[in-house]
């Protein structure tokens, strides 16, 4: 498994942006995505944006437009820039890597989870 430290949350009004950092520490097991989760109080933690290996991202229809998902394979890196957030938006973000280890098994590692908090 490998380490994901996220940083770049924050307090902005609606309108706003905020650029999310998700850096995986160097691991010999291969990543084969990483993505963004986010999770308010009271619901379930949802799929905000992941990017594959060697495929285009996945948005969910909510941020769609608005935020953009790019990855560094690398540098084992991923970035979430979120543009024009909305006070829906705020929640816990969480950096997400699905990792392959030997014989093909893939287990998911999260980060600590960063803030987003937007303000009408």
């Known amino acids: 498994q490998v380490q994901l430290v996220e940083s770049g949350g924050g307090l902005v009004q609606a309108g706003g942006s905020l650029r999310l950092s998700c850096a995986a520490s160097?691991?010999?097991?291969?990543?084969?995505?990483m993505g963004w989760y986010r999770q308010a109080p009271g619901k379930q933690r949802e799929l905000v944006a992941v990017?594959?290996?060697?495929?285009?991202?996945n948005y969910a229809d909510s941020v769609k437009g608005r935020f953009t998902i790019c990855r560094d394979i690398a540098k084992n890196t991923v970035y979430l820039q979120m543009d024009s957030l909305k006070p829906e938006d705020t929640a816990v973000y969480y950096c997400?890597?699905?990792?392959?280890?030997?014989?093909?098994?893939?287990?998911?590692?999260w980060g600590q989870g960063t803030q987003v908090t937007v303000s009408s």
């Open positions: 997400n890597a699905l990792v392959e280890l030997y014989g093909g098994t893939r287990v998911s590692s």
């Open positions: 990017v594959p290996s060697g495929v285009r991202p």
């Open positions: 160097r691991s010999i097991f291969n990543i084969d995505s």
